[in-house]
């Protein structure tokens, strides 16, 4: 596609719902991280993918973080028992050789 | 953790005017991009500047690095009000390949007309 898709735009989540977040990256663009923005902040590394192959998790909060990319292309970023503090923007971002990053608008995500 | 931080925390200027946004970095680096996001929309690149280059130019933009100091300066000029935004600088600390980026903490710019 011409971006990257993120999907849903905004999830509002009881706290301790499981929670899916989609990420479609630039077709053919072999890296893949996500990010979390917490308000006023800037966002935050979370983990990263090289085709299927997930080389860094070092961001992952908990272990209720759990990322997958199985095919090389889309990713689930899956949050499982929400809490509060989950509460946050999830962004998305692809690279093809490392130098410049295209980010989608990010998956606002509020647990009440 | 954040990289470091973004000076100043928020900027008010008029239409026209030069806006000057300011970051500093705590490890080595590989380069150092700069993004602009709009309120409650992604994060778009802006510019990217090596570890071996002291300064680049980009229409209206103006980046400097200076490693000695850890630190950079984006500058844009004649500025508008469609430059409303938060300004990120990002550090990539590995060479040649994709690696995470550490994000500072942002500028709030607002330009009014």
């Known amino acids: 596609g011409a971006g990257v898709s993120q999907s849903p735009r905004y999830k509002v989540a009881k706290r301790g719902q499981d929670v899916a977040l989609r990420c479609d990256p630039i077709s053919g663009h072999v890296s893949l991280f996500w990010y979390q923005q917490a308000l006023g902040q800037g966002p935050e590394f979370l983990t990263y993918?090289?085709?299927?192959?997930?080389?860094?998790k070092s961001g992952l909060p908990s272990d209720r973080f759990f990322a997958e990319r199985p095919e090389g292309s889309v990713s689930t970023l899956k949050i499982q028992r929400t809490q509060q503090e989950d509460s946050a923007v999830y962004l998305c971002?692809?690279?093809?050789?490392?130098?410049?990053?295209?980010f989608g608008s990010g998956t606002r995500l509020t647990v009440v | 953790s954040q990289q470091g931080e973004e000076d100043p925390q928020a900027l008010s200027i008029q239409e026209g005017e030069n806006a000057t946004m300011n970051c500093s970095y705590k490890?080595?680096?590989?380069?150092l991009q700069w993004y602009r996001q709009n309120s409650g929309r992604g994060l778009v690149h802006l510019i990217l500047?090596?570890?071996?280059?002291r300064e680049k130019h980009s229409g209206r933009l103006r980046v400097t690095l200076d490693t000695s100091k850890k630190s950079s300066s984006l500058l844009i000029t004649a500025s508008r009000a469609a430059d409303t935004a938060s300004y990120f600088c990002?550090?990539?600390?590995?060479?040649?390949?994709?690696?995470?980026?550490?994000f500072g903490t942002g500028t709030r710019l607002q330009v009014t007309l």
């Open positions: 993918f090289q085709n299927e192959a997930q080389l860094d």
């Open positions: 990002a550090t990539d600390a590995l060479a040649g390949t994709a690696s995470k980026l550490t």
């Open positions: 500047i090596r570890s071996n280059e």
């Open positions: 490890t080595s680096i590989n380069n």
């Open positions: 971002a692809s690279s093809s050789h490392g130098l410049g990053y295209t």
